[in-house]
């Protein structure tokens, strides 16, 4: 299996490049009999849409999605779930200056030494660009794992560079352009922004994805754990350079009497640092994950590279690009996690569907 | 795909069981010609043997490892390589406490209600003894990847508990028990883990694992990314919470133009926050991977849980165990990482094997 | 891995309708560098379209086809091959009349019990129209085998209902549309499909397939074998209801004496009972490998069927269909042997990159 | 995925050779609470036992199998199924002659020329004796085929060299060592491979296998069709050149109107020339199989051959070997039926766990 597909059972296949002529996927895999229009993609799409704020890429893009197969008199049919969605507004001169040079913190460099050839407009495939086919593929999944077991996968900005912004509630989140849960942060988080536009910079941001309503079960022992595929699918997003599950890092300070979370009857459990993975398998708490992304590498700065010869030069990118990448980050992190439950959903009914969960269904 | 198999090329299979006849794996996609003899897998597995220290589970076990196929005077074959590790001291006896109870923050729970049923012996399935495999699979990779690339897998723990280690150097690591690169701060170890046990209390560990001599160009976008690989790889060793290439979390809080590693004619890099890692790539800088490891589940400190039965009652976990996982854990995360790499090595070259890298050999 | 999608690096996923609003597919896995155009592919797309004669079915596509990702400046880039073919000439009326019953010898009924839904028009997913995916992929990895192998893939119609046509030159083939290689037998041919169409009946074929230049050391024991990917790849294609390689079924009565090809210095072989395969692996031979379709199953003669409750009925097929699928699916099973080839090229040079041959040179 | 392993969901691996210590295995994905002791699958393994009468290599093995993991107080439960099977009579100095030698129609030289090394010791990768592998995932698979669904999958030798032997009835099969449903042909085939014997020459067979009791909708479109894998099942036993389903190569020379079986309320159908697969898909009716065997090509005869450096010589081959490996291959036909019937039933429900059939239970 090559590189652009994931999911053993919701299988996702993806194509396209930032100044190509469209992105799109194939989903496969879906359960037959699921409601899907254009619309339930198109809502999830509009959350990543470029040139929704000042704050992030100003290529105009309506994102506009058309489904081409596997839906029928508006259900899926069970059969793949082909879809696309055209490239509008590529401004492919506004890159013919870097096509000779490498961007510190960009893929230009080693697409070029691995297949000896790129695509340099835009970043190509390697533009961040290609997560509308995940969100896509994850507004599917979203809509089937609310359905089937009231599986709801939310997610928020929780750090923008050094700014810790704090949970506030769930409905704020789509109410700012941030994906703040927390309203009182916005406008720190404006200036924040204005003055890195200014500096001609960037920074990097965390995203928190939770997963609530998950059954206990979910998972696969030994290397096809859950939280594995979460790992997996959550560090494959363009610049995430780490991924935690439950207390993550914070797990090193803690002693086995803190960390291990007790439990109660019902059943349930006393505390959460575990994320609701345990053993690879989902423990029917919430999923909690968090992710670090690196500041966007285009940025107007001027920084030491080599141009394609190898010499010595400098480059300063002046194209549009997303000065935090982590800002649209959110609805594409829910969209892995989405994706990657309902592989294990799948997964977990074809091995296990006969089995009642001793204590609790298991759905 | 069923999840006791991973890699796409450089293939392995796990089975096996802490207080079953034995575990084995199967290597599938090794290259002819490697030489191979019982002693190179030995001699890692004894790296991660039990019983090597007071500081570890006092199990004891030879582990002595019995290639079974794939290798022919001396070299391998190309064919399936199976190998078997018996187990020798199991006793079952030790957890008959535990069968009827859940472990806060073991797999015991979510086998249970996963499969209808569990082998509680030891852990059954769940028990890190599984890692056996990992690294008899990685001594294969870290073999070969040394032989035909120069490439080199090492690993050290970084934290233990509150306590940061530092980088001494690559020598002192197997001079101590716990695999810290620095021999000044192995007698405050010590200290700690003696109050630990004394405690009948556990804690977490980070283990920073590197790459070196790894070519440009390993690798593939956009879902097998060779640092998607690596985190799935990662997290899938039990205890294991958060994984970080490059500069990991740290990113978050970089401007772009501090984390965007600068380049130099060579061709080079001024730093290396990436971590090895472009666009999902290999850069032919080190590949740098850190790791967060939960504290032990097991441990003497009663703690609240529920019985097969759903009731309220109390454990305490006498049976032998590791206070810190963690200790253990580097040969287990320097073979994940041997292995994606030959995985990848094997896909490059397969789509790749007719490009020059323009600037530099990719080999 | 899901249904839509095969190969292991050469890796070929299928989405599409027969009166969806269009066709597409993504080839993953292609090396980099390889001259691709729209034309390359709709050379072969042509070779296969439908209403060429009136032999076949009269539905007017032009199967033109778009290319959408992968390939930058006329070269591919080593990413997904994302590509389209719109549906044009889709008369969902023509259905209308068969949306209630089952046609016997069609999926009708199978698809609408495994998924409790069906798109009935046109056949919906089990369309053969869904081949022009097969062929668009077969045609990217037919260019690549030739110009890096000199591998060529060549098929011809050896069986038209009870008519054996004998083999001519592979010249003859594309200058019929019955591709037979025969040009002698053709008028005969016509005859016997006008007898047939007046008829209202359809009837079976043989399709011979042939690789010539392909190297020694393809295939991969014990399971994923060259001949056993050939197989699942030719009983994939629609109406395909046997597979031979080399001598196949008349292996039965054959001696060991003679069925077993003698080898002769060079190296080579006296005889080719076993098709280009030994052992899984291909030999250096020819591979030679033969297929049997059934009739169409829509057909105008009456048959006795039942209705989507279940109640006896008869049903006459009326839309526009191929009266033999044989005609057409010459090119279909070329491109899926030449997808075969590539992937096994692709596997052999990941695994066996560093040997040479002993005896001869495998590329 | 490397070529050992088979299966999407219920997946095997092998590993072993001829005359290395021992064949093993890997099940993953078996559903828990299966009863299984070594007696489920040393039964079946008996059946294909070597040295059960005169007519089959005398090679003396008791191939006792060894359940290493994965069953928990005799059931299944859930985790990787790791078995052994030690060789016992490996008479390596049988094959010191053929070391150097190539046998016509064996895999010996193209496992050389691909690998640049080969065991040639009794066939190394390449022997027959794999197929303990297959017939014990298949014991498994045939036991929960049975319990769940009330499938049955069994087989029967249907063409020895020229002498077609009819079908008897199932119960004959087991009673005698020709897997014969018809008694009456019993002294012929006696007579038959006496005379092979000793002209030290070898024959071909034919094996049909049928599974019944299998629901309708078990197979996925398009490429992961259930017919598609059981041809690359069937195509990956060793010796076998061609795999029929249904009416095979005869639906060539057959009418649309004669071939398509008509269907009957019930649902059922008037005939089975589909054998059981319509549209990739299974239609409740008897899925059979049957598959062409080639002759064994280690025979006494003398035949050209060449040698390791190239050159001209003959070959006769004296070890110990099956003068027809049709005769033992009726229980390997089963297995690997019984092993893809089984990973689509896994499949199925993963996907459609949800749709009730709407003519028919599917269950």
Known sequence: ??????????????????????????????????????????????????????????RRESDAVEILSGVFEGKTTGTAIGFLVRNEDARSKDYSAIAEKFRPGHADYTYWQKYGIRDARGGGRASARETVVRVAAGAIAKKWLKEKYGTQVRGYLAELGSKKLGFGSWEEVDRNVFFSSNAKVVPELEK?????????????????????????????????????????????????????????????RQKGSEHGDEMVPGPGFASNHNGGVLGGISSGQDVTVSIALKPTSSI???????????????????????????????PIAEAMLACVLMDHALRHRAQCADVTAPLAPNR
Chains 1, 2, 3, 4 share one sequence.
């Open 1 to 58: 299996m090559s590189g652009n597909t994931f999911g053993v059972l919701y299988c996702v296949t993806s194509f396209g490049e930032s100044h190509g002529p469209a992105y799109g996927g194939v989903v496969d895999g879906c359960p037959p009999g699921l409601e899907l229009a254009n619309n339930d993609i198109q809502r999830e799409l509009d959350r990543r849409k470029p040139g929704s704020s000042r704050h992030v890429t100003q």
């Open 192 to 252: 924040l922004m204005d003055a890195l536009r200014e500096a001609g910079d960037s920074c990097g941001a965390r995203v928190n994805v939770v997963a609530s309503g998950v059954p206990v079960g979910w998972g696969e022992p030994v290397y096809g754990r859950l939280d594995a595929d979460i790992a997996s699918a959550m560090m494959s997003i363009n610049a995430v350079k780490g991924v935690e599950i439950g207390a993550g890092f914070a797990a090193i």
């Open 300 to 330: 107007r700065v001027p920084r030491r590279t080599i141009d394609s010869r190898g010499q010595a030069t400098t480059i300063s990118t002046t194209g549009r690009h997303d000065p935090c990448v982590g800002i649209r980050a959110t």
